[in-house]
């Protein structure tokens, strides 16, 4: 085959390669795909899952601006939760269960219906460069492509290494080759790279398992889409599968102990490190000997598949000692394993490697996203594989990157965590990460991104015409809410001021007389984005006051070629942090780790006032 000219080849079809070829495509790049097999497009090898607190600001993010993620979970989901509904507005996140196979099978045809998408099914083998800057991927089958840019969106896959109790197979994950090739070229371009692992549970048969020993965990009921563009048809009346709930006990536990010398975890044939909010079963009893039960969830991995999902039980003990374990579970006693529980090892790279666009500091045109940047979890893939691919598709229009601040979404929260922070572990997000989260709610997704989404050439002419009327619609609702007066609890008040009680429910205040104005498709948007801008209509004014303070400073460039060598009253290990992140702007240097206030101090005043120094 000879050399074919692409604007942007992206490397892997996982949910950051998806949302990257997406994205690019979109703009008007064109595109090539490179994955091995179209069966494993949008895979789900572990928790067949998308949302969950935090995850579903993702989500809903990544929707905002144009994505797929949040379409291709509500057409293919069998099971819808908002999550801590009991609390604010702030912290509502929406959960799903998918059918795996046709959630995959959604996103390889949306895919497949852009016209500026080639699939290349092959193994990539080496990153072309010229000058230090991208020409083109060269595969392990001989031949070539050219393109200006390239995105590596490779998962587990570089250098995998599967462990099952002693038993050790190179593979990304089960019954998928390693890739070893393309690691080797990584390597040699001299990244700072190192090794994590992460695991899954095993699945079991269906019919063998006695569900009338566990209570029913059920969907929610009207379904809250991921999209703000699902019309209601699709979700209304859509029949959801019971998940259901179990606990481990002291009999499982102990099989753990007993054999815990025969866990790669513990015996030392893991080197890799895994993720500290996601421990594997044996994590579980080893750190944790006072608990003497942990939570499992058996979710279904599709409508009509056999296959039961065991949330909460990773784990990489031998096959035996496993299926004694599995089936010490009352309501387990003659469970089959279809699939035993492994941990895989992989290469990564240290993503402080990288600029906010995701490209590589010294390779421009090389983009990298999801866990071979060290994160944990489809919806943080998704997050990086779409703005990687936004910025790889602008980089081969000559056109400036583009980035999302920490107080715009939680995407950039993400990624200012990744390049200025690095990773010890898998970067798992939550939403304690956030510090403007009163800010950053699932509701106003559409307020605070679309916009974005439009300038930069994914959110297309009917989509935009919907959110403009849905703005129209919440400035008369907002006019409603301070010029209409209610009697709420024997007191006459503005329904503003109604809402801005946190004893009185919106249901209280709408049938008290308050009409708000909304949109079938948009209820459940219009109704929370009233009901949170007026009850933290406090907390709001005092945090853009603050923010409108913090960012005239943290805004202030870094010039690229500022040295931190030799700048009096910083220390040796400040310097070497500040360094080998070279922070583009004051506030990202206060995130730095072990960056003082005193030594952020000096470096401000130094880049303020360099004539005096």
Known sequence: MSATDFDVVVIGAGHAGCEAAWAAARMGARVGLCTLSPETVALMPCNPAIGGTAKGHLVREIDALGGLMGLAIDATGIQFKLLNRSRGPAVWSPRAQADKRRYGSWVRDALCAQPNI????????????????????????????????????????????????????PAGRAGEPPTRALADSLHALGLAMGRLKTGTPPRLSRATIDFSKFPEELGDVPIVPFSFTTPRDVLDGRDQIACHLLHTTEATHELVRQSIDRSPLYNGQIQGIGPRYCPSFEDKVMRFPDKSRHQIFLEPEGLDVDEIYVNG??????????????????????????????????DFVQPTSLLSSLAAKDYPGLYFAGQINGTSGYEEAAAQGLMAGINAARSARDLPAVSIRRDQGYIGILIDDLITQGCLEPY??????????????????????????????LVDDERWRVFESREKRLERNRAHAAGTRVKVRGATTTVAQAIARPDVPMAEIVEAGASFETDAQFASFDLATVEAEFRYAGYLKRHDAELARVR??????????????????????????????????????????????????????????????
């Open 552 to 613: 005239s400073q943290s805004d202030r460039a870094i010039p690229p070629a500022f040295s931190y060598e030799g700048v009096p009253g910083l220390s040796r290990e400040v310097v070497e942090r500040l360094e080998q992140v070279r922070p583009t702007t004051i506030g990202q240097a206060g995130r730095v780790p072990g960056v003082t206030p005193a030594a952020l101090a000096i470096v401000a005043l130094r880049v303020a006032r360099p004539s005096k120094y």
């Open 428 to 457: 798992r997000m939550f939403t304690s990460r956030a510090e403007h989260r009163l800010v950053l709610r699932i509701d106003n997704a559409d307020l605070r991104l679309t916009p974005l989404g439009r300038e930069i050439g």
């Open 313 to 346: 039980m990773s784990m990489c003990l031998p096959r035996a000692i496993q299926e004694s374990i599995v089936r010490a579970l009352p309501g387990l006693e003659t469970a089959r394993v279809l699939r035993h529980a492994y941990a895989v090892e992989y």
């Open 118 to 169: 080639t699939w290349l099914f092959r193994r990539a083998g080496a990153v072309l460069m010229s000058g230090g800057t991208v020409t083109g991927l060269a595969f392990e089958e001989g031949d070539r492509v050219s393109c200006r840019s390239l995105v590596v969106t490779t998962g587990t896959f570089l250098n995998g290494l599967v462990h099952i109790g002693d038993e050790q197979h």
